[in-house]
């Protein structure tokens, strides 16, 4: 850690990133580079990346003129602990850290390998992506959207980001053509998932299962995957897509364990 | 420009990249580039990437709990003209937009450059650059921090961009360690020219040639160079620099003629 004026942003930036969180992301990441045998030195700094890309959406989410979130994993957010400024540059620094992270030769070798994976979580995260499906999110909170729009908000939102995790061990092990699209597919229905999970979670788990505000979807007039298939709907959806995500993944027998579990964790999970 | 819910927010990105600026960053990686023969096609997408990342800086810097500016470029800031949450998410998706036209193959035909482009960007606007820099400057308006530690903030929070940009033209053109060293010389120069330009014409400059408010380094207690050399001192520093600067050019001979006018600009400039 640095000494001086600046400590107080590597300070936010590991509250943000080192605070807890399930780590699903670089769980992905670590299970998609199992199948290809990638070391695990890379695999970790890949999802260690990812993860910092994640914390810094968050944070950001949370700011009071985004969503407004007092609290994040039973914790203050990072500008009630700090202050909104910090926030602002610890979002914008741990982004800009995990693109340092992706690039650097310690990452991997091949330096295409490694821009392709700027490249690819670039994408993943920005107008096409997440931040992208933010701006539907917000607006989906004054509007109201037919079912393909919050469709593709939910793909861009949170579905673009699982699905580059899934690819990334594809990346790092320079996979064929055909075992990569296999990921893709099985990273789109996990995302899909992800987020009928989340949403149910939303409206079914309490505040202190979640250790953030829940029921704001529905408190905000949101229009969620859940509000449009009801609650049975969403979980028989949410059943069918899993099952199919998990086909994806035969052409790699048992070394896609890891992979199956996590799509097992989507749909048990708690929190 | 996509429609649906989100074009808004590309909306809100072109406003504040193309509404105007000096384009000095991708002016001095055009400058850089043409010492080494680089395609003017991949200077022009390097010089994009970061006018991309300094549009993000200001609109995240013009934020209400940043420095709560309304003007810029003599127009209503991102916020003003939007919303905060469109600023936010329009600086986060410009900064991630740079990366993603740095690592992409269109930039150039060598991973290892695309790779480093990254790299370079990545370190240069992070916690040991600019927005770490940004961080010490918040705290300089309530703290009195001493010249070294003035000094340092500058370095970060404008100088390590503009070093980069005066390499860039390096790392396309697979300088040798020699000559891409002089360019971080003059680029360390340069830049820290360009911060006691600024911060003189804070001082003396008017609003209206500025097209931002002016003298707010002053009302907000701000420690700047020119208040630890004195406006005269300052200007002799400028002076003194530039030369300097000027003189790292000298391996370039005549290629260099655009850098050259880039120091000349830098001390003569009056917005």
Known sequence: MPEGPEARLHEA??????????????????????????????????????????????????????????????????????????????????????????????????????????????RASGARGMTGGQMIDIRAQKEDFDEGTIMRLQRMKTGAIIEFCCQAGAILGRASPPLRHALVGYGRDLGLCFQIADDLLDITATAEEMGKRTGKDAAAGKATLVG???????????????RQAGEYLAPFGERAALLQAAADFVIRRRN
């Open 228 to 242: 449009i298939l009801g609650i049975e709907g969403a979980k028989r959806q949410l059943e069918l897509l899993s």
């Open 13 to 122: 930036m590991r509250y943000a990133v080192l605070g807890g969180g399930k780590r699903f992301r670089p769980f992905l990441v670590a299970g998609s580079s199992a199948l290809f045998g990638v070391a695990r030195h890379a695999a970790l700094r890949v999802g260690a990346a990812v993860e910092m890309l994640h914390a810094y959406s968050l944070v950001h989410d949370d700011l009071p003129c985004m969503d407004d979130d007092d609290l994040r994993r039973g914790q203050p957010t990072v500008h009630k602990k700090f202050d909104e400024a910090t926030a602002v540059l610890a979002g914008d620094t741990l982004l800009t850290l995990a693109f340092e992270i992706l690039a650097d030769d310690d990452t991997h070798a091949d330096p295409k390998v490694r821009a392709e994976l700027v490249h690819g979580l670039a």
